[in-house]
């Protein structure tokens, strides 16, 4: 990959009080704390979070969505919610329960604030209807503009969260381009996506690491 250039280029923003707040609150229970999904249900709606299990999940989905709605056997997921476009938590552990370590070693405020962008986009485009995506077909999946932006954040947070003495972008760059390997998502990209596609994913990961590295001076 070579150097990228400066970009004078807008970025949808990822940062969100609400997200802050809630992992904040969640932060603030015992290691050994167990959460029903009510109590998390009303944690979240603290911060206009919503957290729900599988079948609420898919009773609450436009019929056309269904289709394209992960599966019951995915144990936990995050969308933004088609009809109230609020960020949306989805938890099928097969527990009755949900362990407070589950929240330490999952990235849910990475992962929300990745939702937090698709939520900045559709208001960018209120009059637009915008369908659940089709991650099963990863090409098309992956390549989606909105999903670009998105995971190009992922990716961004992934890099400064694995290689936290980074203090530049091309810094950020030269440590994903040498570790590949150790990048699972980024590779998953790389290999679904043409070319032209991964040049403005890398564009975005240039652009996010900017941002990220400078909010955390």
Partial sequence: MKYL??????????????VDGLMGEINTYPRHHRFQISELTSLGAEYNIEIVDYNTFLNDLPERDKATAPPRTAQFFALVNPVTKRPRVVLNLPMPFIPKDFFDQVPLGDILKHEQIHI??????????????????????FSNKDEVMAFSFSVAKEIVTMFPTITTPREGIDKLTQNLGRFRLYGDIKRNVDPFILKRYNKYIYLYLEDLLKTEE
């Avoid at 250039?5 to 609400?18: G, L, Q, R, T, W």
């Avoid at 900045?120 to 999946?141: A, F, V, W």
């Fill in 5 to 18: 250039k400066k970009f004078n280029e807008a970025i949808v923003d990822y940062k969100s009080d609400s």
């Fill in 120 to 141: 900045g986009q559709h208001s960018r485009r209120p009059n637009i209807d915008m369908p659940l995506p089709e991650p099963k077909d990863q090409k098309k999946y």
